[in-house]
């Protein structure tokens, strides 16, 4: 079995595999190596794929180093069985690289846009002969909550859930409605721009925030909260395979 482990900026998630089956994943607020060690302890799994947005963790390292199983610290210049057209690999995040491997790994041969609606929201897209040829960053709901609030004198820092109308009818549904409406609107935007050159596009939303915003888009949406732990055990069997390879 593999192990997997994700730490972005809000969250830790580990998962664990049995080939390509998903046995079990896991969130913690904090990315506390006792986690990782526990679920080492009761699933017994025979090597790990780690990525991270966040800043360098010793203890987290210190852990992995400590466990005595092999290792794979993905980054976005790892081997991976698509080919990466991003100009500057060394800056691309571990995350989502392995989120467009493993959309292609569940829709092979097909060109799909993959929307991680976490932080930051992401839009990444790769072709059906398997080329990732980048994409683009946006701000998330609270990033933009916070940035309303800090870059101001007088609006508040209000909350993400409760009424989006479509005019909002005081400063607080202002805001609200402007942010996750927007979103919507930008999500909106970026499907109907790929659907025009890729008419069998299929498209992939991941991330926390994904339910809020698969109504707005309003299209036949392939939803998986998974996406990026499918792609970082991809990446482990790749690399066995590749291993193995070399070996004959």
Known sequence: MNLTID?????MKVAVFDGDRLVVEQGFEESDPRHIRHMVERYRPERIAHCTVAAENPAINAVLDDLGLPVLHVTGCTPAPVSVGYR????LGADR???VVGAAALQPNTDLLVIDAGTCITYDFITADGHY????????VEMRLEALHARTA?????????????VGYDTTTAIRAGVVRGIGYELQGCIRHWQKRHARLK??????DRY??????????????????????RLLQYQQEQQGQHAR
């Open 88 to 91: 500057t690999p060394h800056t």
């Open 154 to 166: 007088r609006l508040p820092r209000i909350e993400a859930d409760g009424d989006t109308p479509d």
């Open 212 to 233: 809020a915003f698969s109504d707005a888009v309003r299209v036949n949406l392939l939803t998986d909260s998974h996406l990026v732990a499918r792609g970082l055990n």
């Open 7 to 11: 730490i972005g900026n809000t969250r």
């Open 133 to 140: 040829l980048g994409g683009n960053i946006s701000p998330g």
């Open 97 to 99: 690289l392995a989120a």
């Open 203 to 208: 498209i992939f939303l991941t991330g926390g």
